[in-house]
């Protein structure tokens, strides 16, 4: 983790490359709602839905998530709430209507309700699982491209709709992983998600 934080320190220090944000972005208070995403998969559920925000000039990203799995999937339907904090330290522009993030750094802390442990709590003597069985703290690397669309009730400004990917893992699977590498692929531990975000 203090790597990972390490990183967005050095990214932050890195000028961007082309343009840091939409060329009509304004700035506006970090509390202030951003975006909406959309998102299947990626340990945030089937499906899952949130908001988003934005600082440091468009680079830093925090994401709400609510996200459902149903219990056909799990054994029991699980709802999922995941916080994402997402850095991007590059932004390249690809023409007039698109742009590229071709790196996306973080880290994530999600909850889920509903877990068959949960049903009943006393069904495994205290202490049994070493590790929480609800709450998980992974770190995400991805990126994402967008389409610069024209706003209806502005044609002059652009709202940016992006599809992006995040290759993620958590602290449960890496501490599965650490004692078997000669038995694991690192490919097992980790998840993949993919999902859009709209600017509002």
Known sequence: MRGLLSLFWLSAAVPALGQS????SVAHPWYRLHHVALQTAGGAGVVSGG???VAVRDRLETDILVGYVPEKLAGSALSIATAKVLYSPYTVPLGQKFQLRPLTIGMYLSYTHGTINDE?????TKGYYWFSTDTRVGLLLGGRLSYLAPRAANPGRTRRIS????????????ASYVPNIKGMNFTEILTLGLGLKMDL
């Open 21 to 24: 944000a939409a060329p009509d």
């Open 51 to 53: 908001v988003g925000f």
């Open 120 to 124: 009943e709590p006393f069904q495994y």
């Open 163 to 174: 599809a992006y990917y995040e290759l993620g893992t958590n602290d449960l699977y890496l």
